[in-house]
């Protein structure tokens, strides 16, 4: 009988290693972070190594006797790479690669490592691998043994292996090229957002930390389908879907990248053209991890990354997510929001809240009318209910009575 054998790829053991410059449970909670992260990407972390220090090490990013450590740590648990917790220089790279003889790892390789992975349509594509090409393309350095010795795993996705030799005009020009067709992208991007302005229907952008729930809350609400999993940026592609409140006023939702901690540079910037989904949005609806150990730290990234992306004047709905889950906070509260809620995305609980103070938002930023319209112009009506919302309207000798509440762009061609 023939043998057979198993030709699956072996799942990488990792070590984390990171560097606590002041609060060391700061430290630990990134590690933890990091630790789905490397199990987003297909890792499974053997061990965790954190050193107070009052900075990093410029040459090797931990201590010198750290180093030693490590090793020892590493050939002891049977480590097949370390992953640092922050973004390693290229001569730190290279360094530690030196001193440990093992694959070197950054947090953020491994989260463009994700993002390749998880990248469907064409736009996200070209952003994840425009950014995964800028990031190798310093470091180019650092890369060239440690891929070529493993060939694969993480790191290693995406536009592909780039070795010492590679020559930078080459991935300048790769770059260059991806710029081009990402600039069509997005002047497609542009002109549906000129059409939905010109459509007057709201805009609502949902923005949260990584698996607060957006993608859940989407679904519940719009039944969009979109993939929804227990896992780190289980979703990159934007979605959009229409949504008609109670009250028969339309907005239009769009589900946005998930922000986390220490998010690559190199990533907003090649992913701002979907990300300013919110910049652009009429209302920002925050989704909270209300169970999640971690959940003030989270709040402030998601805070701290809008205020990058230059979104700060819009109003905020703060839903606070997974209240079904035990390890709920007495009272929970979001001061930057104009309300903040409690719900359940998986169950419904609190989504019929939310969406009457979501019409209630969308009220105080309309124009309240009260005219009398001749017979003759009976189709400004059908504009007032597909855009706006009808209280009451009364046919009289004179023409139709009408009370309404509709946007400044209706009212302005009313």
Do not use: W
């Not at 491994?110 to 594509?125: H, M, P, Q, W």
């Not at 009408?402 to 009313?414: C, G, H, Q």
């Amino acid at each position: 009988m023939a043998q057979i054998y198993e030709t699956d790829e072996q799942t990488e053991r990792v070590l984390l290693v990171g560097v606590a410059l002041d609060d060391s449970d700061e430290a630990q909670r990134s590690l933890d972070e990091l630790k789905e992260l490397a199990k987003t990407a297909g890792a499974v972390t053997v061990g965790k190594v954190i050193q107070p220090r009052e900075y990093f090490h410029p040459a090797t990013y931990v201590g010198k006797g750290k180093l030693e450590e490590i090793k020892a740590m590493a050939d002891e648990l049977d480590a097949t790479g370390i992953i640092c917790d922050d973004e390693l220089s290229p001569a730190q790279l290279k360094n530690l690669e030196d001193a440990l003889n093992i694959k070197i790892m950054d947090r953020t390789m491994v989260i463009l490592d994700i993002f390749a992975a998880r990248a469907n349509t064409s736009e996200g594509k070209i952003q994840v691998e425009m950014a995964q090409l800028k990031y190798r393309m310093t470091r180019l350095a650092g890369f060239g043994t440690a891929l070529s010795r493993l060939g694969g795993g993480i790191g290693t996705r995406g536009p592909g292996e780039k070795k010492i030799e590679t020559d930078r005009r080459l991935i300048r020009d790769r770059i260059s090229k991806l710029n081009a067709q990402l600039r069509e992208v997005e002047s497609h991007r542009e002109l549906q957002r000129r059409k939905r302005s010109a459509s007057s229907i709201p805009v609502a952008a949902i923005v949260g930390y990584t698996n607060a729930g957006k993608s859940t809350l989407l679904n519940r609400l719009t039944n969009a389908g979109v993939l929804s999993e227990n896992k780190l940026f289980a979703t990159l592609d934007p979605t959009t879907r229409v949504l008609r409140l109670p009250d028969t006023d339309k907005v239009l939702l769009t589900d946005t990248v998930g922000f986390i901690r220490k998010l690559p540079h190199n990533l907003i910037e090649a992913f701002k053209s979907t990300l300013e989904e919110a910049k652009y949005a009429d209302i920002i609806i925050h989704v909270v991890d209300s169970v999640h150990p971690d959940m003030d730290r989270q709040i402030a990234t998601v805070y701290e990354t809008l205020e990058e992306l230059k979104v700060g004047d819009k109003p905020v709905i703060t839903l606070f997510n997974k209240s079904d889950l035990e390890g709920q906070r007495e009272t929970v509260k979001d001061m930057r929001a104009e309300r903040s809620l409690r719900i359940s995305a998986k169950t419904g609980d609190g989504i019929d809240e939310f969406l009457e103070e979501l019409g209630k938002l969308l009220r105080e930023s309309r124009i309240r009318i009260e005219r009398c319209f001749s017979y003759a112009e009976a189709g400004k009506i059908q504009l007032i209910r597909e855009f706006g919302t009808l209280i009451s309207e009364k046919y009289t000798e004179d023409g139709i009575e009408v009370e309404a509440f509709v946007p400044k762009e209706l009212y302005d061609r009313l």
